[in-house]
Nanobody
């Protein structure tokens, strides 16, 4: 059974940083690409960043390029999202997802506000 558990969200001031983690189980983590999505209130869920199965390639939505970094540790079945220079428009619930399966975790709330 595919399980994804996101953590690391919270309330941060503009310009601050957070590191999100997603612990995965129920599938062969090292064989699949992973992505981070986010959904702001009243908006559709959007793809934020993706990483290949071995971590040799990443991609980002334009709005986070230069500020967010996706990474993974296949030994720990975990994918990360380092978020720097956070802006109020980054406020959303953040989710991780595998490329292979349609399962979603519960998400982790990120709120950027002064």
């Amino acid at each position: 059974q595919v399980q994804l558990v996101e953590s690391g969200g919270g309330l941060v001031q503009p310009g601050g940083s957070l590191r999100l983690s997603c612990s995965a189980s129920g599938f062969t983590f090292s064989n699949t690409g992973m992505s981070w999505y986010r959904q702001a209130p009243g908006k559709e869920r959007e793809l934020v960043a993706g990483i290949t199965s071995v971590g040799d390639s990443t991609n980002y939505v334009d709005s986070v390029k230069g500020r967010f970094t996706i990474s993974r540790d296949n030994a720990k079945n975990t994918v990360y999202l380092q978020m720097n220079n956070l802006k109020p428009e980054d406020t959303a619930v953040y989710y991780c997802k595998t490329i292979k399966y349609d399962n979603w975790g519960q998400g982790t709330q990120v709120t950027v506000s002064s």
